[in-house]
C-alpha cells in the first residue's frame, strides 16, 4: 500500500495553470519549459514530460538537469511510484507525506530551491521500489531548515517535535533523514536530535561556523541569518558524531570537488560514519552518478 499526500499544483509563479500548453508552445523560455515538465511528470504526465525535457538536454545551463530528470523517470516508472512523485516545492507546495507498509519514515530536508540540484522527483528515483514512509520538506526560508519547516512553522526545534509527533501519528518505529548539501548539514543535526536509525547525505556540509565559511560569498549574509537561528556551537556536527554510537551515517560525496571532500574528511573518522566517494569531474552534484547502477548504494541502506 502506498498512499500519497501531496498537495496538487496551484496556479501562480511560473508555470501556466495549464502546463501542457507550455510545453506544445516552442517559444517557451527554458526554465519555465523545465518547471513545466516537473509539474507534469509529478501529475505522472510522463509523455508530455519527457517531451519537454527532450527540448532541454541541448540547453547549457539546464540541460544536464533534463538528463538527469529523464534518467530519475524512467526508474519510477519501471519502479511503479509515479503516482506518489512528489514533484516541485515551493512555498504553494511545501511538504508532501507518503504513507507506505513501512515502519520507517524518512525524513527529506530539500534544498531552498525545492530541489537537490534537480527536483525531488530524482531524489524519490533513488529510494527504489519499496520506499519507506516519506515526509518531503520545503524551506521558504532558504536557510536550510535550521530556523524551522513550511510544515511545521518557524524554528528548528519546533521543527524537531513536528517530526517526532508525525512520526507517532503515522505509527512509525524508525526515523531516518536525507539531506544534500548545505540540507545534508541539516539531515545530520536532525538526525542526532531525532535519535535517528540512519542518516543519508549526498555532499553535505559539515560545518557552518563562521571560521569554516569564509570562502562562502555568502557568508557574512548568511552568518547573521544562521546566528538568529542557532548558536555557533550548534552549528558543527563533528564533535557530536564523535561521541555518537547509535545512528549510522551514509555519506555520499564528489572525490573530485575540493569542498565537497573536505567537508566529508573532517567527519570521516567518526566511529558511525561511513563514507562512499563517487567522481564527477564536471560538476560539484553526484546524484547523476547515484542514479546509474548499482542504484541500490542509496536505496538499500532504506530496508
Known amino acids: ?45 510522463l509523455a508530455d514530460a519527457r517531451s519537454g525535457l527532450d527540448r532541454l538536454l541541448a540547453d547549457r545551463r539546464l540541460g544536464w538537469e533534463a538528463r538527469v530528470q529523464l534518467v530519475a523517470l524512467d526508474l519510477v516508472e519501471r519502479f511503479g511510484t509515479v503516482s506518489t512523485l512528489p514533484g516541485w516545492f515551493s512555498p504553494k507546495r511545501g511538504s508532501a507525506l507518503i504513507r507506505t507498509d513501512s515502519d520507517a519514515l524518512l525524513v527529506v530536508f530539500l534544498q ?56 507517532t501519528q503515522i505509527g512509525t518505529k524508525r526515523i531516518m533523514t536525507f539531506g544534500r548539501c548545505a540540507p545534508g548539514f541539516t539531515a545530520i543535526k536532525a538526525g542526532l536530535d531525532l535519535g535517528a536509525e540512519r542518516v543519508l547525505a549526498i555532499s553535505p556540509v559539515t560545518t557552518m561556523v563562521t571560521s569554516e565559511m569564509s570562502e562562502d560569498a555568502r557568508a557574512p549574509v548568511l552568518q547573521r541569518r544562521l546566528a538568529e537561528a542557532l548558536p555557533e556551537h550548534e552549528r558543527d556536527v563533528l ?8 545512528t549510522s551515517f551514509d555519506i555520499f560525496y564528489n572525490r573530485a570537488h575540493r569542498r565537497d571532500s573536505d567537508y566529508a574528511q573532517r567527519i570521516a573518522t ?34
Open 270 to 303: 567518526a566511529p558511525c560514519v561511513s563514507l562512499y566517494p563517487l567522481d564527477e569531474p564536471n560538476r560539484r552534484d553526484p546524484i547523476e552518478r547515484l542514479l546509474e547502477p548499482p542504484l541500490g548504494r542509496v536505496s538499500d541502506r532504506l530496508s
Open 239 to 246: 564533535p557530536r558524531l564523535t561521541r555518537e554510537d547509535r
Open 112 to 167: 531552498p530551491g525545492g530541489t537537490f540540484g534537480v527536483s525531488a522527483n530524482a531524489i524519490h528515483a533513488l529510494l527504489g521500489a519499496t520506499p519507506p514512509n516519506i515526509l518531503y520538506l520545503y524551506d521558504s526560508r532558504a536557510l536550510f531548515h535550521l530556523a524551522g519547516t513550511d510544515r511545521f512553522g518557524a524554528g528548528y526545534h519546533e521543527m524537531i517535535d513536528g517530526i517526532r509527533l508525525c512520526a
Open 1 to 45: 500500500m502506498i498512499e500519497a499526500s501531496i498537495e496538487p499544483s496551484r496556479e501562480g509563479g511560473k508555470v501556466a495553470a495549464d502546463p501542457r500548453a507550455v510545453i506544445d508552445d516552442t517559444s517557451t523560455p527554458p526554465a519555465t519549459l523545465f518547471q513545466a515538465s516537473i509539474h507534469l511528470s509529478a501529475d505522472g504526465q
